[in-house]
């Protein structure tokens, strides 16, 4: 089945450092893509959704600077966490939208340990 | 091979009456499980969630129930609503997050 992959699954980083998570589309073309960030115990939290070719839409209160969004491609997305501070330590998930289909696909998350 | 299973892809549910959308999962350490729901064209949005030292939670209309002897839960909405209609995902977390595939509610006027 549709599979959608996130690399890396768990990142260590340095204060200050930058931090690129991918998020690709194995089998299909997905023109849209969603970020979350998840917290312990709580619930997503929707970031940005990213379109193909366009600019990404961030939700209220996400800072469009610092967690910088690339859907250069129909199979990725890039979310950049830029100057990390630890708490932006968090999980960072990913889905996509089959084109073709509808269907909407999770990724596995990346966990960000900031240090 | 599938962590969470949601092995219904579509349920058609009268309005008023009661919809229970299933999630069945393999992993005996998920420690906390979760529902999702999702309009066209929209992100998914929290719906509700549970510990798994618990066996019920209530959220207004909204219930999780959890079987942890079965490996299985379940969500009650009652009384269903047209405005329910949408794609439920089940999700349970240990180390990482694992999604179901999702179920298609309709709910009927």
């Known amino acids: 089945g549709a599979v959608v992959s996130q690399h890396p699954s768990r990142v260590i980083c340095k204060s200050g450092t930058s931090v690129k998570i991918e998020c690709r589309s194995l089998d299909f073309q997905a023109t849209t893509m969603f970020w979350y960030r998840q917290f312990p115990k709580q619930s997503l939290m929707l970031m940005a959704t990213?379109?193909?070719?366009?600019?990404?839409?961030?939700e209220q209160g996400v800072e469009k600077d610092k967690f910088l969004i690339n859907h250069a491609s129909l199979t990725l997305s890039t979310l950049t966490v830029t100057s990390a501070h630890p708490e932006d330590s968090s999980f960072y998930i990913c889905?996509?939208?089959?084109?073709?289909?509808?269907?909407?696909?999770f990724g596995e998350g990346s966990r960000l340990t900031v240090l | 091979d599938q962590q969470v299973k949601q092995n219904s892809p579509s349920l058609s549910v009268q309005e008023g009456r009661i919809s229970i959308l299933n999630c069945d999962y393999t992993n005996s350490m998920f420690d906390y499980f979760l529902w999702y729901k999702k309009y066209p064209a929209e992100g998914p949005t929290f719906l509700i969630s549970?510990?798994?030292?618990?066996d019920k939670n209530e959220d207004g209309r909204f219930t999780v129930f959890l079987n942890k002897s079965a490996k299985h839960l379940s969500l009650h909405i009652v009384p269903s609503q047209p405005g329910d209609s949408a794609v439920y995902f089940c999700?349970?977390?240990?180390?990482?997050?694992?999604f179901g595939p999702g179920t298609r509610l309709s709910v009927l006027p």
């Open positions: 889905s996509a939208i089959d084109t073709n289909t509808g269907e909407l696909f």
């Open positions: 549970i510990s798994s030292i618990k």
């Open positions: 990213s379109n193909e070719g366009s600019k990404a839409t961030y």
């Open positions: 999700a349970a977390y240990g180390q990482n997050f694992v």
